[in-house]
């Protein structure tokens, strides 16, 4: 090891992702949160996705997956469809309005990684994502080992492959 830690950096940087996400919300006049985002992504991505699908694939607990998804039905961005096999299971989908707002969202998040790849090679962009790839899936491989967490394996096997 170096002696030279990453974790004040990524999390400097995420601040500053959500700082950026805020002050666009607003500006556009989105109703939506930035903590809304991820999980609204995945129903855009994967319509129809189940709540264990968002927290899977965001990496999100399901508690707050769950909390998330009924502010963005009350927003009425998202609507959710009852399991035909299974009535525990629920789909969730996004609404017209919720389709309304989907590429300015999309817009945004553009604009971000414009403002971050600055300066960069496409080739230093595709190594800063696969090193950080890989240390997520160190913090996957921890937390499944740790009796303590509740990590989706699959989640895990994915992000290997």
């Given amino acids: 090891m170096t002696g030279k830690f990453i974790n004040r950096t ?14 666009k919300l607003e500006n556009y006049s989105l109703p939506l949160e930035v903590g809304q985002i991820s999980s609204l992504m995945q129903v855009y991505q994967h319509p129809g996705i189940t709540q264990d699908g968002i927290s899977s694939n ?13 502010q963005l039905e009350d927003a009425g961005l998202v609507f959710r469809q009852t399991d035909d096999k299974d009535r525990r299971v629920n789909h969730i989908f996004p609404t017209p309005k919720g389709l309304e707002i989907r ?6 998040i ?18 800063a ?33």
């Avoid at 553009?110 to 190594?127: D, M, N, T, V």
């Fill in 129 to 161: 994502i696969a090193l950080l790839e890989r240390m997520k899936n160190n913090m996957y491989c921890y937390f499944l080992r740790s009796s303590n967490y509740d990590v989706n394996y699959s989640e895990i096997k994915t992000g290997l492959e």
């Fill in 103 to 108: 590429e300015r969202l999309f817009q945004i």
């Fill in 110 to 127: 553009r604009e971000l990684h414009e403002i971050l790849y600055q300066g960069f090679e496409s080739s230093e962009i595709e190594e």
């Fill in 10 to 23: 990524i999390s400097i940087l995420y601040r500053c992702n959500q700082r950026f996400f805020a002050q």
């Fill in 58 to 70: 965001a990496g999100m607990d399901k508690g707050t997956v769950a909390h998330t998804v009924k």
